[in-house]
């Protein structure tokens, strides 16, 4: 896992396992950086948006649309 700055994105993940997050989710409200967090590890489970990894999203964060509307607010994806 690294934490460094990030442009466009608040985090990333690579096939090979590796997470990558945004050095600026540091000092954030919790619930961004749980959704971010758990964003990106559910796409080791699945890899698109789709309708799974949704509902699977929702089992985590339940409203989770008004987070990614937030964030995407502050600038990034
Ligand atoms: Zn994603």
């Known amino acids: 896992m690294t934490v460094r700055p990030m442009k466009t994105k ?3 993940c690579s096939t090979s ?20 967090i758990v ?4 796409h080791f489970r699945v890899p698109n948006h789709g ?7 929702r089992a985590h964060l339940g409203e989770h649309e008004l987070i990614e509307t ?3 607010r502050l ?3």
């Open 10 to 12: 608040w985090a990333s």
């Open 17 to 36: 396992g590796r997470l990558t997050f945004d050095e600026a989710l540091i000092g954030m409200p919790h619930r961004l950086q749980d959704y971010v």
């Open 39 to 42: 964003h990106e590890l559910l």
């Open 51 to 57: 309708k799974l990894w949704k509902s699977l999203m």
């Open 70 to 72: 937030e964030l995407k």
């Open 75 to 77: 600038g990034k994806t």
